[in-house]
Nanobody, 122 residues
Framework: EVQLVESGGGLVQAGGSLRLSCAAS????????IGWFRQAPGKEREGVSS????????YYADSVKGRFTISKDNAKNTVYLQMNSLKPEDTAVYYCAAAFQTPVVVTSADYWGQGTQVTVSS
């Protein structure tokens, strides 16, 4: 019943842009903080960006500040991650996750999507 489905990944050249979408269903979207995480081969999963369930507070990892923008549409139960000025080091599988009324980090997430591949070539 609970689903988080990522889409929008693909292959782009360095400097290009992608917009990822995370469509949620099966839970009360407005009660959950939603975050984007990524995992590159041989690396641990890391937080990229998140948006709170209440006031729209946003978080960005230092590595993506100024390049990525997170947003959400509560009416559509969807969170977006606009990624600009992509770098090869952004290459990873990107996952969205949801945490109930708490900051969403790897250890607090209640639900995870299947992930979408982002590959940035140089």
């Amino acid at each position: 019943e609970v689903q988080l489905v990522e889409s929008g990944g693909g292959l782009v050249q360095a400097g290009g842009s992608l917009r990822l979408s995370c469509a949620a269903s099966g839970f009360t979207f407005d009660d959950y903080a939603i975050g984007w995480f990524r995992q590159a081969p041989g690396k641990e999963r890391e937080g990229v960006s998140s948006i709170s369930s209440s006031d729209g507070y946003t978080y960005y990892a230092d590595s993506v500040k100024g390049r990525f923008t997170i947003s959400k549409d509560n009416a559509k139960n969807t969170v977006y991650l606009q990624m600009n000025s992509l770098k090869p080091e952004d290459t990873a599988v990107y996952y969205c996750a949801a945490a109930f009324q708490t900051p969403v980090v790897v250890t607090s997430a209640d639900y995870w999507g299947q992930g979408t591949q982002v590959t940035v070539s140089s």
